[in-house]
């Protein structure tokens, strides 16, 4: 839940902050769009049974080799009258026995005010590759460092420490129609001193909540995860 007191300290902050944070976002919207060209990084569609590392078992459900990550399953819906278009259907699920965190870094600066740490993340369904996601953006396997990948960025900031202040946490529902029961922890961490932090520039830009409210109005820019975080202020 949000600490009352801590999410009103920030609000009241980003009140005073309106006077003086940047509100145009050319400049990031610029450095997106070139990072974009810059990065090695492609996707396209491949066919199930070429899927390297995945396997059918044989209920037919769809597995890692490692059994981590998701599953894909099927789930079967009724449903009284009125409730959906349909009174029942069957369909393919999302599975995952840990959902994940979502949280956005934030700091005060004199100069721009309130700030927020967004993450350039690719992922390969999305228009562009690359958008801007919360600072962490991760399942809590990566988080504890999965085998074979490399451990989320910043993630020690989730354990009480001096220099952070937790704004807020609350867990919220994946997209019920394709994930079963997955819910994530969003999260808004105030960092006293973010000179304290090893920041890759490559990856990482500061933005005012006014950026980043432009931002959302621009197609495939801002991903949705931020959306939701934010809407608590």
Same mark, same amino acid.
């Given at each position: ?12 902050? !980003?009140? %005073?902050?309106?006077? /003086? ?10 450095? !997106? ?5 810059? /990065?090695?990084?492609?996707?396209? %569609? ?11 078992? &044989? @209920?037919? +459900? ?49 100069? +721009?005010?309130?700030?927020? =740490? ?11 590759? =690359? ?11 990566? /988080?504890?460092? %999965? ?5 989320? &960025? ?8 001096? @220099? ?8 919220? @529902? ?11 922890? @969003? ?14 520039? !490559? ?13 959302? %109005? ?16």
């Amino acid at each position: 839940m949000a600490d009352a007191s801590n999410i009103g300290w920030l609000r009241e902050r !980003l009140k %005073l902050s309106q006077a /003086i944070e940047p509100g145009d976002p050319a400049g990031l919207l610029d450095w !997106l769009e070139q990072r974009r060209k810059e /990065i090695p990084f492609s996707a396209e %569609l491949i066919a199930l049974h070429d899927v390297a590392g995945w396997q059918q078992t &044989a @209920n037919g +459900n769809i597995v890692h080799k490692t059994g981590q990550f998701f599953s894909i399953e099927g789930v079967r819906v009724r449903s009284a009258p009125g409730v959906r278009e349909i009174a029942g259907w069957d369909q393919p699920i999302l599975t995952q026995t840990e959902g994940g965190v979502l949280a956005l870094l934030c700091r005060e600066t004199p100069g +721009n005010g309130i700030e927020f =740490l967004l993450q350039a993340k690719a992922d390969p369904g999305n228009i562009g590759y =690359l958008q801007f996601c919360p600072t962490i953006q991760s399942t809590w396997e990566n /988080i504890r460092g %999965l085998k074979g990948a490399r451990p989320a &960025a910043f993630a020690e900031l989730l354990d009480a420490s001096p @220099n952070v202040r937790l704004i807020y946490r609350s867990k919220h @529902n994946e997209e019920g129609s394709r994930f079963w029961q997955k819910t994530n922890e @969003n999260m808004i961490l105030f960092v006293e001193d973010a000179g304290l932090l090893a920041i890759d520039h !490559l990856v990482y830009r500061w933005a005012s909540l006014s950026q980043i409210k432009q931002m959302i %109005l621009s197609d495939n820019v801002v991903g949705p995860y931020v959306r939701t975080i934010i809407s608590a202020l």
